[in-house]
């Protein structure tokens, strides 16, 4: 099942992709490494291999929405050109290796990890990845976390539309899970954690927030049924607003987790 039904056009288009800082501190896990492997969990539309593309002879990509993989097909094939580039359309949990010799030299989860089954994730990983493989586990807050005069504003007005309960996945609610990340990685096989946290600084047009929007679990299009239309009017005066009298700018904290074997 989709996680954001008829959301991979915004998603592609609309969502951030790696902070500079980030795509070189990945590349650098894999310098000296001869003809290295990305296995990158929770594609969506590729954004990560988009980005490190160049620093690896392989790629391979595993995503269970049908629409987001194959918006990231699109735009990978020709960037990979005559790198072998692996689709798998199915959840991470479920990924097989390609071939029997198989191991990935870096496996990537961005804002991915808290719909998966992360335990099973990671034990999966311990088998198809290189003995000095590095699990990068990476990403940052929404523009629903996010703390500003305009974000405030545009959260109080998905509230007025939806109720004040933040919406996730396809049916329910946000629920934060019991195990942070550095918990979940420590008994894991990558127990060894290294943090890096980057600073963001993004800026935003009306028009571009209210794609992204399109392409979250927590403002969706079909949330609003038959309000779609008035909500959307609302949210670009709001926007407007804001933006003549300062700039829509969003600062943000992007995370990265490298986990290693011990």
């Known amino acids: 099942m989709s996680?954001?039904?008829?959301?991979?056009?915004?998603?592609?288009?609309?969502?951030?992709?790696?902070?500079?800082?980030?795509?070189?501190?990945?590349?650098?896990?894999?310098?000296?490494?001869?003809?290295?492997?990305?296995?990158?969990?929770?594609?969506?539309?590729?954004?990560?291999?988009?980005?490190?593309?160049?620093?690896f002879a392989r790629v391979d990509i595993v995503e269970p929405d049908a629409e987001m993989i194959a918006e990231a097909e699109q735009v990978l094939r020709p960037l990979l050109r005559d790198k072998p580039l692996g689709v798998h359309h199915c959840p991470a949990e479920e990924f097989t290796a390609p071939y029997p010799s198989y191991a990935a030299n870096l496996a990537s989860i961005s804002r991915a990890f808290h719909w998966m089954n992360q335990e099973r994730v990671l034990h999966l990983l311990d088998g198809v990845t290189a003995p000095d493989a590095v699990l990068a586990v990476m990403g940052e807050g929404s523009l629903w976390t996010a703390q500003s005069a305009w974000t405030d504003a545009l959260?109080?007005?998905?509230?007025?539309?939806?109720?004040?309960?933040?919406?996730?996945?396809?049916?329910?609610?946000?629920?934060?899970?019991?195990?942070?990340?550095e918990e979940v990685l420590a008994g894991s096989p990558f127990s060894r954690i290294e943090e890096h946290v980057l600073p963001v600084v993004r800026q935003w047009t009306p028009q571009q927030v209210?794609?992204?929007?399109?392409?979250?679990s927590f403002a969706a299009d079909r949330l609003f049924g038959n309000q779609l239309a008035a909500f959307q009017t609302q949210a670009l005066e709001l926007l407007?607003?804001?933006?003549?009298?300062?700039?829509?700018?969003?600062?943000?904290?992007?995370?990265?987790?490298?986990?290693?074997?011990?």
């Open 240 to 262: 407007d607003r804001h933006a003549e009298a300062g700039g829509l700018t969003e600062n943000a904290e992007f995370t990265v987790l490298l986990a290693r074997r011990p």
């Open 3 to 55: 996680l954001f039904p008829g959301a991979a056009h915004a998603y592609r288009t609309f969502r951030p992709g790696l902070p500079e800082a980030a795509v070189t501190l990945l590349t650098d896990t894999v310098r000296g490494t001869p003809s290295p492997v990305l296995l990158d969990l929770g594609t969506g539309t590729g954004q990560v291999p988009a980005a490190l593309h160049q620093a």
């Open 155 to 181: 959260r109080e007005l998905i509230q007025t539309y939806l109720g004040p309960e933040r919406r996730a996945g396809t049916e329910g609610t946000y629920t934060r899970t019991q195990r942070h990340r």
């Open 210 to 216: 209210l794609g992204y929007l399109s392409s979250t």
